[in-house]
């Protein structure tokens, strides 16, 4: 079974950047749709971005749009989430996981499986 593993979380400030991993093992990255999610404390996970097997379509939520972009290097493994201009409402536990396409809209995470164990993210001064 795919396993997937999160990295590159921590502690920035206001208007920081970070860039989150997401390295897969056993099986290979390259027929799988990979979504970002996140959940911060008290809320529902929602999804953040998801970008195709190809790389060639990808998906935002609004409130990530120009701030957040999804890639990924299939010779690697590996989905990355780089994350500027951060934002206190940023902060949460952030989770990869493998699904067969990436839609335009709404990410729905009943489609999804192989999470990650989740990287916090905390965006505070």
């Known amino acids: 079974q795919l396993q997937l593993a999160e990295s590159g979380g921590g502690l920035v400030q206001p208007g920081g950047s970070l860039r989150l991993s997401c390295a897969a093992s056993?099986?290979?990255?390259?027929?799988?749709?990979i979504g970002w999610f996140r959940q911060a404390p008290g809320k529902e996970r929602e999804g953040v971005s998801c970008?195709?097997?190809?790389?060639?379509?990808?998906n935002y939520a609004d409130s990530v749009k120009g701030r957040f972009t999804i890639s990924r290097d299939n010779a690697k493994n590996t989905v990355y989430l780089r994350m500027n201009s951060l934002k206190p409402e940023d902060t949460a536990v952030y989770y990869c996981?493998?699904?067969?396409?990436?839609?335009?809209?709404?990410?729905?995470?009943?489609?999804?499986?192989?999470w990650g164990q989740g990287t916090q993210v905390t965006v505070a001064s």
């Open positions: 996981a493998a699904a067969s396409r990436c839609f335009a809209g709404t990410m729905n995470r009943d489609e999804y499986i192989s």
């Open positions: 056993r099986f290979t990255l390259d027929y799988y749709t």
């Open positions: 970008i195709s097997s190809s790389g060639t379509s990808t």
